[in-house]
Structure formats: C-alpha cells, structure tokens
C-alpha cells in the first residue's frame, strides 16, 4: 500500500520559514517526479512545485506565486522529498499535500498518489 505522509506544518509568522517533509512508503520515489499541492479555505487545490526523477528529465517547476521563494528538494536514499518555503505570506496559508507524478519529468496533470496534506498558516 502506498502512503505519503506529510510533516512540517505549522503557524508562522509572516516573513517566516518552514520546510515541508513528505516521506513515502510502498513505492519507491526514484522512478517518479515527485510535488507539491496546496489548497486555501474557500479556493480550489492549486500546483505549487515539481522536481524530476534527476536533471534528465528537465529542472524543478514553479508556480509564479512561489517563484524564488520555494525550493523543492528530494533524498531518494530516505525516500523523502521536501518544500523549503522562506518569506511566507498570508496568501500562502492552506493544507499542503505531496503528490507523486506518474511520470519521470514533471507533469502537474499526472499526479497519482497523496498525501493527506498537513496545515501551514501564515498569520501574526
């Protein structure tokens, strides 16, 4: 059985750093590019970020709204992936879920497996 699990959540403060862990089990995430979701109260679920299986396959992707701000990273020898996230803003608050893509590049429209998402706010 496939599982992702996500950690790292929390409140911070605007301005402020966190950095999102996903770690997976049943399923080996070095044959997968492998991503972020979010989901604000009220909105829909958007993209966030991807990394591929490695740089053949092309470079990590962005949305604009995190641009320059987030960097995904992965350590498949712990089968674990993360979202580094500095100067946090109110707009980034919503449940962040780990996704798997069933590809080896990214490609945001074949998500397959996720996580059950954990909470960032970003408030005073």
């Known amino acids: 059985q496939v599982q992702l699990v996500e950690s790292g959540g929390g409140l911070v403060q605007p301005g402020g750093s966190l950095r999102l862990s996903c770690e997976a089990s049943g399923i080996k995430l070095e044959h997968y590019a492998v991503g972020w979701f979010r989901q604000a109260p009220g909105k829909e679920r958007e993209y966030i970020s991807c990394?591929?299986?490695?740089?053949?396959?092309?470079?990590?992707d962005y949305a604009d709204a995190v641009k320059g701000r987030f960097t995904i990273s992965r350590d498949n020898a712990k089968n674990t992936f993360y979202l580094q996230m500095k100067g946090l803003i109110p707009e980034d608050s919503g449940i962040y879920y780990c996704?798997?893509?069933?590809?080896?590049?990214?490609?945001?429209?074949?998500?397959?497996?996720w996580g059950r998402g954990t909470q960032v706010t970003v408030s005073h």
């Open positions: 996704v798997n893509f069933a590809s080896a590049p990214c490609n945001p429209e074949r998500a397959e497996h």
């Open positions: 990394i591929p299986v490695s740089a053949t396959y092309g470079s990590s």
